[in-house]
Structures are given as structure tokens and as C-alpha cells.
């Protein structure tokens, strides 16, 4: 009696102190006492398994035989016929228990060898245990005391049973961690090591805060109110964007509590850390618009494609949008999921006269590339018409013989016009030369006025052949009053051959004195009076 109670406290004693249930426990002393009977001279070699009574502490010593059509080792098979005889759902292949327990003597070495086994078997099951519970806790909050700072900057955390690690990546740079302090953290990642769980934590996670709001608010617990969306600086600033899923319920003043308690709760475990509590909008505008606050909008500019957004603010207000190293343009970004370029009003006032000049100008390219086309497009119509036409008329051509010797006919008197333009133009040539002969003796009459004042100037070096020169010159330069001298002398008798007599040179005013008579005496009377006038200037120099 006294040997069950001593086995009872005993195998209650050591679950309680593995925190295992003492079925497990009983299963690892049972295994362990197979282990150790295996060495044993009575069952060594033989396959075998303990049955343990938990309240009388007797020890069942069983053999395990395979089940086989014959038998070749009869330590280790069985036939299927005796196997039926005590299991008559035995079948081949099947390991089965004798129906006879074996002697078993356990000596110290087994009992040594049985201790550790024990002891092997517990820590793996305290281990797995430990795994489960704390795999649970994933993406929880749990508390810890700070246990021990690294030298790489990570902590230790003591769990209780277990100890979790927060890398330095994962801490607040604003806290300062002391040996002892109690702290709350937020589970990453738990795995089952070799030396049992290990477990992940991290303050600076966003997803913390988002815990710490189902904690604090009831209404964010059982669904009332949701957080869309959180972004944060940690230990500086966070955003967090909220949505009600029950019509009068409002989700900012519901986070926020009554003057403030639920949020300043989270804020003080934070310690200290700035929380702006935002609605959540379908509207990507709208949601812009109230992700900037505190500062206020006046307008939002969206670029669905790029994903991206301008955000006009009043001038006094664009620092105050902006935050403190562009904080809070960065933590409204990240929490709309939109790249947010944040301007003045000024400067969205000269962005938009800018963009209206290159409007108009590309309006304006854009119509003059209209109007080219369009005058390509009626270019190609009218050539595709001509051709047409033409295709038309050379269909008539080869089907009507009427048109055909019209054609011929044409084409026959454009061969002719050629001919008949050099003929006309041998005659207007023989015409002008016929006109010229007669402008000649004219313009002779007409510059004797001239020539006598040139021979006047210079009658000591003038000659006959320049004389002729000179009135030639003045023929061609005054072939435009051809037609005004004809009418003034109407009948020119020939001009005779100028020959020279007896060494004195005669003038062509002279001859033509001669063969006129004196129906022209008043016009050689003036040509005197002009030579006179050339010779008193001649006499002047």
C-alpha cells in the first residue's frame, strides 16, 4: 500500500512540476522501462512493451510479435492462426502483444538507463508543450521582464518558461530598457529550436499598436469599429485610419474614450508616443484630404496611374502640413498608400498658369496637325479622283470611236502648233527689223542736236566711225519715240553715202540740208543756233 501511494505522489509530483498532464508522463516512464528491460539478459533481442498500472504501480512486461503465414523466428512472428486465438481482428503484417507476460528483473544499470530516458522524454514533451502554447500567442501581446541586455543590443526576455528575444531593429529608439523592468511586447514569430521555443518580440511594430486598440476600445474588439490602415514612427508619431461598421457610431470619438482616457491609455504604454486618429474614406481624395490633418486642404489632385497626389494647403499652413522633417507628409503617405506632394497655394496658383500655357499650345500644335491632315487627307482625295477620271476617260477612250478620233485630232494639231509658233515668229523678227532700218534714218534726224554738241566740245579728236558710234548709241536708247518721229517726218529720201572731198569732212546734217531743200530751213536755222550755242560754251572753257 505504502509502494502505490509513493508512486502516485511521485508521477503527480513530477507532472506538476514539467507542467505536462500526468498521462504524458506515465507514457514517457513507460517507454523508458521498455528501453531498459531491452538489456536485460530474460528479453534481450526481443521486441517489447511495458504496461504500467498507475494505481498499483505493477509492472506488465509484454513481447511484440509480427504477424506472418510462417513462422521462421518465434521470439519475434507469429502465425495468424495463434494470433487469433487472443486477437481475432488480427491480420498478416500486424504487431501484436503475447498473450503471456514476460519475466523482467530490472538491475541498476537498467534502472539508471530507464532514469534517463525519462527525464529525455519529459524535456521533449515539455518543449512541444511549450511550442504549442506560445504559438497561440502569435501576433499577441504578452508581458515580459527585461532579463539580460546583449552586447549586439538585443534583450532578453523572460517569459516565464521561456525566454524571447527583441533585436535592436525591433526596439523603440526613444525607450531605454533597465535589467528587471516589465514591459509589454508584441510576439513576431515563435519556432521550435533545439534548446526549445523560440520566440520573437518587437515594440516597434506597427501591428502592435493595432492590438494595443483592441485592448483599449471595446468597440475595435468585437468589430464596431475597424482600423483600415496604421502607420508609424516609432516613438515619435503614428496615424491610424478608422472606419464604423454601425450607422451612429462615430469611430474617432469611440478610440478616442471620453476626454481622452483610451487613447491616453495607449499612449502611456507607448510612453508618450503621438497617436492621430483619422476617418477612413472610400474616396481616395477624401482620404487625402483627412490624412494631412491637422493642417487643412484645399484641393487635391489625383494621378490614379503614377499613384501619386498633389495636396494644396494654405501658404501659413504648408510647414504645419509638412511636420517636423517631413514627418507628417511621410506617415499620411504611408497610411493612404499614395506618393503626396504637398504644395502652397501661391505656388499651386503659378503651377496652374503654367499648365494652362502649355494647354494652349498644345491646343494649338493640335490643331495645326488637324488642319494638315485634313489637307493631306483632301490632297489624296482629290488625286484618287483625278486618277479616277482618268481611268474613266481612258475606258471611253478604248470603248468609244467617236472620242478616239477626237483625240487624234488633238493631238495631231498639238504636233502643228510648233511649226506654226516658228512661223509667226520668223515674221514679227523680220517686222522688227524692217522697224529698226527706219527707227535708224529717224533717230539720225532726231539727235542731230546732240551730235552737234559733242562735235562741238571735241571737234579736234572726233571721227567719222565715232560719229556713227555715238549716233547708234542714241538710236537704241531712244527706240521709244519711234513711233512720234514717224509722224513728224513722214517721207526720209534716202541718205546718201558720206565720201569725203578734197580732204574736208562733211557732216550729216549737211547732206540732209541738201536733199530737203529749204522746206526744213527753220529747223537747220535752230540746229545753227544750237551748234552756236556749243560753241560759245566751248569757247567759255
Excluded at 200 to 223: A, C, T, W
Excluded at 256 to 270: D, F, H, P, T
Aim: net charge negative; hydrophobic share 40%; glycine share 6%.
Amino acid at each position: 500500500m505504502a509502494v502505490k501511494s509513493d508512486f502516485l505522489i511521485a508521477l503527480t509530483q513530477l507532472a506538476a512540476e514539467r507542467h505536462l498532464p500526468k498521462e504524458q508522463v506515465l507514457q514517457a516512464i513507460e517507454v523508458a522501462l521498455a528501453s531498459a528491460f531491452k538489456k536485460d539478459n530474460p528479453v534481450a533481442g526481443q521486441n517489447i512493451t511495458v504496461t504500467l498500472n498507475p494505481n498499483t504501480g505493477d509492472v506488465s512486461v509484454f513481447a511484440l510479435k509480427t504477424v506472418v503465414e510462417d513462422v521462421e523466428d518465434t521470439s519475434r512472428e507469429i502465425s495468424l492462426q495463434d494470433a487469433m486465438a487472443f486477437k481475432r481482428s488480427a491480420a498478416i503484417g500486424d504487431e501484436i502483444a503475447a498473450a503471456e507476460p514476460l519475466p523482467h528483473n530490472a538491475s541498476r544499470i537498467a534502472a539508471q538507463t530507464a532514469k534517463q530516458v525519462v527525464l529525455q522524454r519529459l524535456r521533449e514533451a515539455e518543449r512541444e508543450l511549450l511550442y504549442e502554447e506560445f504559438l497561440q500567442h502569435r501576433q499577441d501581446i504578452i508581458t515580459g521582464i527585461v532579463e539580460q541586455l546583449e552586447p549586439n543590443r538585443s534583450i532578453v526576455l523572460d517569459m516565464g518558461r521561456a525566454q524571447a528575444v527583441m533585436p535592436a531593429d525591433e526596439q523603440v529608439p526613444t525607450e531605454r530598457y533597465k535589467k528587471g523592468q516589465r514591459i509589454k511586447v508584441f510576439v513576431l514569430d515563435v519556432r521550435n529550436g533545439a534548446k526549445g521555443p523560440e520566440i520573437l518580440v518587437s515594440r516597434s511594430d506597427r501591428n502592435m499598436l493595432k492590438r494595443l486598440f483592441e485592448i483599449e476600445v471595446p468597440e475595435v474588439y468585437n468589430g464596431t469599429v475597424e482600423i483600415k490602415a496604421i502607420s508609424r514612427d516609432a516613438g515619435f508619431r503614428s496615424k491610424v485610419a478608422v472606419h464604423s461598421t454601425q450607422d451612429g457610431v462615430d469611430p474617432v470619438g469611440a478610440c478616442i474614450g471620453l476626454r481622452g482616457n483610451r487613447i491616453q491609455s495607449i499612449v502611456n504604454e507607448l510612453q508618450g508616443e503621438k497617436i492621430d486618429v483619422v476617418p477612413w474614406e472610400a474616396d481616395p481624395r477624401a482620404f487625402i484630404a483627412k490624412s494631412v490633418s491637422p493642417s487643412e486642404v484645399v484641393h487635391v489632385e489625383l494621378d490614379a496611374p503614377e499613384q501619386t497626389a498633389i495636396v494644396v494647403v494654405p501658404d501659413r499652413q504648408l510647414s504645419l502640413a509638412i511636420g517636423k522633417e517631413g514627418q507628417n507628409a511621410r506617415l499620411a503617405a504611408r497610411l493612404v498608400g499614395w506618393r503626396l506632394d504637398i504644395k502652397g497655394l501661391t505656388e499651386w496658383e503659378e503651377i496652374k498658369e503654367t499648365r494652362q500655357r502649355e494647354l494652349e499650345e498644345r491646343s494649338r500644335l493640335a490643331a495645326i496637325e488637324a488642319a494638315a491632315a485634313a489637307a493631306e487627307v483632301a490632297a489624296e482625295s482629290e488625286a484618287e479622283a483625278l486618277e479616277a477620271v482618268a481611268e474613266a476617260e481612258a475606258i471611253i477612250a478604248d470603248t468609244d470611236p467617236a472620242e478616239t478620233s477626237q483625240e487624234t485630232v488633238a493631238a495631231s494639231a498639238l504636233e502643228e502648233a510648233p511649226s506654226v509658233a516658228e512661223e509667226s515668229d520668223a515674221t514679227a523678227i523680220a517686222e522688227v527689223e524692217v522697224i529698226d532700218e527706219e527707227a535708224l534714218l529717224e533717230a539720225l534726224i532726231r539727235d542731230e542736236e546732240e551730235v552737234e554738241g559733242a562735235i562741238a566740245e571735241d571737234s579736234d579728236s572726233l571721227s567719222v566711225d565715232a560719229l556713227a558710234s555715238f549716233t547708234l548709241d542714241g538710236v537704241m536708247e531712244e527706240d521709244d519715240e519711234e513711233a512720234e518721229e514717224e509722224e513728224l517726218f513722214p517721207d526720209l529720201p534716202e541718205v546718201p553715202i558720206l565720201t569725203p572731198d578734197a580732204g574736208k569732212i562733211r557732216f550729216a546734217e549737211d547732206l540732209v540740208g541738201e536733199s530737203r531743200g529749204g522746206g526744213r530751213g527753220g529747223r537747220r536755222r535752230n540746229t545753227g543756233g544750237g551748234a552756236g550755242r556749243g560753241a560759245r560754251r566751248g569757247g567759255g572753257r
